[in-house]
């Protein structure tokens, strides 16, 4: 049997005696939908268990000090797509803090939450990158329903597919379209969502690694580390960190 093979087994082992010394109950947003939240929850038989206050033996071990690059590898989900956004942009000529801005544009999908995703990915980076780098990425979840053909944008066909026909944004997106449009930061905004619609290729590999050196120009990592320097997005990293943590 080969070493990874063994290494994954024992893991999956670990994994599995640790669960039997604890409760996991899942936040009620993770179950809004298929259960009505008004309702009690099921909890699980707590005899002689722990309700898991730290981390998940089932997920990859954080570092204690994790970085940006640690959430990519240990915490998102496939980021082939954000990859292939960056490379694009840097393809297209785009400056450094819109390349980062590709990079990190749908953290939140990848590892939090997937509805008005741009607006959480932005208040996760907020206190680490310069402004523009938080509007582009926020307004980018608002531009993205809204054309701009002299930009190179045009509204996304997959979306007619995903949404049918009929779809309009809710009127809280058209106010911030407005917003943004008449925004300095609009162009960046815009880039974000040009070299987004067009990074699909499920062919190409990229390594994160292409981008260490622009994440270290733009990105102020904490020495604490993420989800440790008290900063206003702390306890969200912390979340992604220890997502089934009971309190």
């Known amino acids: 049997m080969p070493d990874s093979l063994q290494q994954a ?18 936040s009620a947003i993770y179950t809004s939908g298929e259960r009505d939240p008004r309702e009690p929850p099921e909890h699980p038989p707590t005899q002689g268990k722990l309700h898991l206050m730290h981390h998940d033996p089932r997920l990859p071990q954080m570092p204690a000090k994790p970085t940006l690059i640690d959430f990519f590898k240990l915490r998102f989900g496939p980021s082939i797509h954000m990859l292939q956004s960056a490379r694009l942009a840097q393809k297209n000529g785009c400056e450094e803090k819109i390349v980062l801005a590709c990079l990190v544009h749908d953290i939140a999908n990848a590892g939090f939450i997937r509805a008005d995703h741009g607006y959480w990915a932005a208040q996760l980076i907020e206190p680490y990158v310069d402004e523009e780098v938080t509007f582009a990425v926020r ?4 531009l993205r329903f809204y054309a701009d053909e002299a930009a190179g944008y045009k509204y996304p066909e997959t979306y007619v597919r995903l949404f049918g026909a009929d779809y309009r944004p809710e009127p809280y997106l058209d106010t911030a379209y407005e917003y943004a449009r008449n925004h300095k930061y609009y162009g960046s905004a815009r880039l974000v969502t040009v070299n987004d619609l067009y990074a699909f290729d499920k062919s190409l590999h990229i390594e994160l690694e292409e981008f260490t050196d622009i994440i270290g120009r733009h990105f102020r990592q904490p020495k604490e580390g993420l989800g440790f320097d008290q900063s206003p997005s702390s306890h969200m990293w912390r979340t992604i960190n220890w997502p089934t943590r009971y309190l």
Do not use: G, S
């Open 9 to 26: 087994e024992a893991l999956d082992h670990a994994a599995a005696a640790a669960m039997d010394k604890y409760v996991i109950v899942k």
């Open 139 to 142: 307004y980018h979840q608002v």
